[in-house]
């Protein structure tokens, strides 16, 4: 889901996105020039209620409440951050198994060509988000070892 915030589209924070929502939330507040008011904090009100009104806009309901109250842009990030602590090993965890998924995955009977490579292909950038990198030459080998002999 993503929401306007000053005529922009910005990430909704989600309970399985939080390492993605951040590094675009902190994209778009640089561009904005607000994320000082994140990182070392300011003494702009100005910039610091946009940069808490951005942030307000795009989590979730129940984390209002708790975020509402900070004084500053700066402790409504840092107690997102801890809320958020286990997405990190959340994040590690579904890194493994995709890696997993990648190892063991194989061409389906009744599977287009076209339809493999879309999936090996998605798989793989999925992987690169989770910091694991598979280079053209892997993944060339990996489409070719999992196609069926009669397919290449």
Known sequence: MVW????????????NNYGEWAVTMKVKLRTRRLWNA???????EEDDMSALEA?????????GE???????????WEAIAA???????????????LKQKYATLKFKDG?????????LQSLIIKLRSHGISIDEE???SKYLHSMPMKNI
């Not at 306007?4 to 309970?15: A, Q």
């Not at 509402?68 to 409504?76: D, F, G, L, M, T």
């Not at 809320?83 to 198994?97: E, G, I, P």
Request: net charge negative; no cysteine; charged share 25%.
């Open 4 to 15: 306007e915030v000053s005529g922009t589209s910005w990430p909704t924070l989600t309970r």
């Open 66 to 76: 708790p975020l509402e109250v900070k004084n500053s842009a700066k402790e409504a």
């Open 138 to 140: 892997e993944a060339v």
């Open 38 to 44: 994140i990182d070392k904090g300011t003494d702009n």
């Open 83 to 97: 809320m958020r602590v286990s997405s990190d090993h959340a994040k590690k965890a579904l890194a493994q198994l």
């Open 111 to 119: 599977e287009s060509v076209e339809d493999f490579s879309l999936h």
């Open 55 to 63: 942030i307000l806009a795009v989590v979730p309901v129940e984390y």
